[in-house]
């Protein structure tokens, strides 16, 4: 067994508080086991929440510590409850599952909170029969999305599972109470959006006008979520709100909320790759192959970064351990880096898969910080010149070799500041990550790649690269929003943020030039290297 122990609770919560950190739609993690033992983390707005339970020694008791920020304990209470895991519905769904396999309940109410959600869980072996792993997501945050969407006037979207219940509400004033999450589509008293399940019930593809009451309205509707887990998203739009041609208009609208709902809940479904990395965690005891980590860099959805070591190569280390599957492409991008010797890549010492599956790379620690962190204003037009030609002769270097990178992004340049002219490092392209999300580059990732962030040429390069050179001339990025998914629309249907007044113009139109939403009309990368020389 690893390092997933239920009778160790603090080493659980190391476990198990960054993985909620990095799932933002997901509020709580349980570990439960045939025994009547169960351990839940619960995110909270202060802190976190720890649930325990032994139903094998104490029938109705349960134990409770409040944990601050940073896990450390703050209170702790007890009280008796009727609960047990295996009455839960996430419990039974594992139950019924194959080992290992991940399985999604169908829309029920939380015991702790008492909020509508839906349950990610699995089985794993355990020291002494099985655990059952369970993630938790909140419904309100689906209806709290596609209330927000506006499509044109009086046009809703809504999101409904396919027997009939209502997951993400519509941006009307009547429906958009907690208790409406999980009516039905009857029950919510909206015929347009009634019509429109109606049809995607019976299979229909594409978009139709049909009369509801005695208005010509417009519906559609595509399928979301996880196969063993589809919900259906309906978008309607009167006709009268399509002030041009109804055909086109309508089209552009409806598709670009459905695109808004789907990538919404694109968050809610990494939770598969999360319920993984816990799964790892219980069945390999070691998935970074000889390699010791020494500190957590970082980590995300699918992947973690670790300093390490091994034998007596003490320092200048750093693993990455990715959940992505792909592993050939991998392993030809890792090879190929590895004969370039350009210390602008950060290139890979070593590669290889884990015993659980897993792939990891090993790089050289090249130091330095992140350019997300180095930009803190406008920087010099000659020091923008000088990183971003650096840049463009790694990246084209990297071409030359492996392809795209797929992965440009402030957090994968490295700037070494200390020499007279920053020392620039490109590390991560995406043959060496898991499947990256385009929400993780939102306002960087090329808007022809938002919906496939896998689909990268070189123009989805010279675009992220135009992002970069915008960000160190004007000290901000080029798109703003609330949200990655605001910033996202706006990359698909707006112009950057104007530049600053006292910007340099001839590395602003070279930005602009690069930030053009269509591929075509961009530079090439030798187009814009010959830029920055003259």
């Known amino acids: 067994m690893g390092t997933l122990r239920i009778d160790d609770p603090h080493a659980l919560n190391a476990l198990l508080i960054p993985i909620l950190r990095s799932q933002s739609a997901a509020t709580s993690v349980i570990v439960a086991d045939e025994r009547g033992r169960e351990h839940m983390l619960l995110k909270t707005q202060t802190g976190w929440l720890n649930r325990r339970i032994d139903r094998s020694a ?9 944990l601050g920020p940073d896990g450390a304990v703050v209170d702790a209470y007890s009280k008796d409850l009727d609960y047990t895991s295996a009455s839960r519905p996430w419990f039974q769904a594992a139950q019924a599952a194959a080992l290992d396999e991940i399985v999604w309940t169908k829309p029920y109410i939380f015991f702790t909170t008492k909020d509508p959600g839906i349950t990610a869980s699995t089985r794993v072996p355990a020291p002494t029969g099985e655990y059952v792993i369970a993630l938790d997501l909140m419904l309100q945050d689906i209806s709290a999305f596609t209330s927000s969407l506006e499509v044109a006037e009086y046009g809703v979207v809504a999101v409904v599972s396919r027997d009939g219940q209502v997951i993400g509400l519509p941006n009307t004033t009547d429906s958009r109470t907690p208790a409406a999450v999980l009516s039905s589509v009857e029950d919510l ?3 347009e959006i009634a019509a429109a399940f109606a049809r995607a019930q019976i299979g229909a593809a594409g978009t139709e006008r049909t009369i509801i009451g005695q208005e010509p ?3 559609t509707s595509k399928p979301v979520g996880p196969t063993n887990l589809q919900f259906i998203t309906v ?7 399509l002030r041009r041609p109804i055909v086109s208009q309508q089209l552009a609208l409806a598709g670009m909320a459905l695109f808004a709902v789907a990538f919404g809940l694109a968050l809610m479904w990494q939770s598969n790759r999360q319920i993984q990395r816990v799964r790892d965690r ?11 980590p020494i500190e957590t860099l970082g980590s995300s959805a699918t992947s973690e970064v670790f300093r390490a070591q ?3 190569l003490q320092t200048g280390l750093v693993v990455k351990v990715s959940q992505r599957q792909d592993h050939a492409k991998m392993t030809a991008v890792a090879k190929d880096l590895a004969n370039t010797l350009d210390p602008r890549l950060g290139w890979p010492i070593d590669f290889g898969v884990a015993p659980d599956g897993l792939f990891y790379h090993v790089r050289v620690d090249v130091g330095g910080t992140p350019l997300s962190q180095w930009v803190t204003e406008p920087v010099s037009p000659e ?5 971003m030609a650096e840049l463009v002769s790694g990246l084209s270097r990297f071409h030359a070799s492996c392809g795209p990178h797929g992965n440009l992004k402030p957090t994968n340049v490295l700037i070494d500041a200390d020499a007279a002219m920053p020392r620039v490092a490109l590390v991560d392209p995406l043959g060496l990550s898991a499947h990256t999300e385009s929400a993780s580059r939102a306002g960087i990732v090329a808007p022809e790649t938002i919906e496939n962030p896998t689909a990268v040429h070189e123009a989805s390069d010279v675009y992220a690269l135009g992002a970069l050179l915008y960000l160190m001339l004007n000290g901000r990025a080029a798109y703003a929003g609330q949200t990655p998914n605001a910033i996202l629309m706006k990359q698909l249907t707006e112009d950057p943020t104007p530049h600053n007044a006292d910007v340099d113009v001839t590395l602003a139109e070279l930005a602009d030039r ?18 920055l020389e003259t």
């Open 58 to 66: 104490e029938p109705r008791a349960t134990h409770w510590e409040v």
């Open 189 to 191: 008293n909206r015929p």
């Open 217 to 219: 309205w417009w519906i």
């Open 235 to 241: 978008v309607a739009i009167p006709e009268t709100a």
């Open 282 to 292: 219980a069945n390999q005891e070691n998935i970074f192959g000889p390699y010791a």
């Open 310 to 312: 091994r034998d007596a």
């Open 383 to 387: 020091v923008v010149r000088h990183v």
């Open 514 to 531: 690069c930030l053009r939403r269509r591929p075509g009309n961009r530079p090439s990368l030798r187009e814009v290297q010959r830029a």
